[in-house]
């Protein structure tokens, strides 16, 4: 019984933890921080955007979000739903689903995205060692091509 109550604990603890690095991130996104960012990701991070991909964590802050976020005026998360989380002893993962609102010097871009996040316990905790990130440009709407 001990041994049972042990482990319920130690699920709900990693749930817990695993659920407060997701929200990091999301703060870290928002605030436009690399550096708060990086701070929830791994080093051995990839990163999978559309057909874009970054392998390691360096790569992704200084050649994809880094340039990115010092672009942005501003970057907001509204009605972000978590739909899907399993927590394992040492793997995580989620899916999750928000409306993005990225202000540029061009102005305002609205999307809704989805994200695969995986998870994996590190030394030094939970770190996000994959996103899986996808897009879908709600406003202003693209020009339509022209023939």
Not at 81 to 106: C, P, R, S, W
């Amino acid at each position: 019984m001990v041994v049972v109550a042990a482990a319920a604990f130690a699920a709900a603890s990693d749930e817990a933890e695993v659920r407060k690095v997701l929200a990091d991130y999301r703060t870290a996104m928002e605030a436009r921080s690399v550096e708060k960012l990086g701070e929830v990701v791994s080093e051995g991070l990839l990163v999978l955007e559309g057909t874009y991909k970054n392998d390691g964590w360096k790569d992704y802050r200084d050649r994809h979000i880094g340039p990115e976020m010092a672009e942005w005026k501003e970057f907001k998360v509204a009605e972000p739903k978590l739909t899907k989380l399993e927590v394992g002893a040492d793997l995580a993962y989620a899916v999750q689903e928000a409306t993005y609102t990225i202000v540029d010097a061009k102005g305002p871009v609205v999307m809704l995205g989805a994200e695969t996040v995986v998870l994996a316990k590190e030394a030094k905790g939970w770190k996000i060692r994959h996103l899986h990130l996808s897009a879908k440009r709600l406003a202003p709407a693209k020009p339509a091509d022209k023939k």
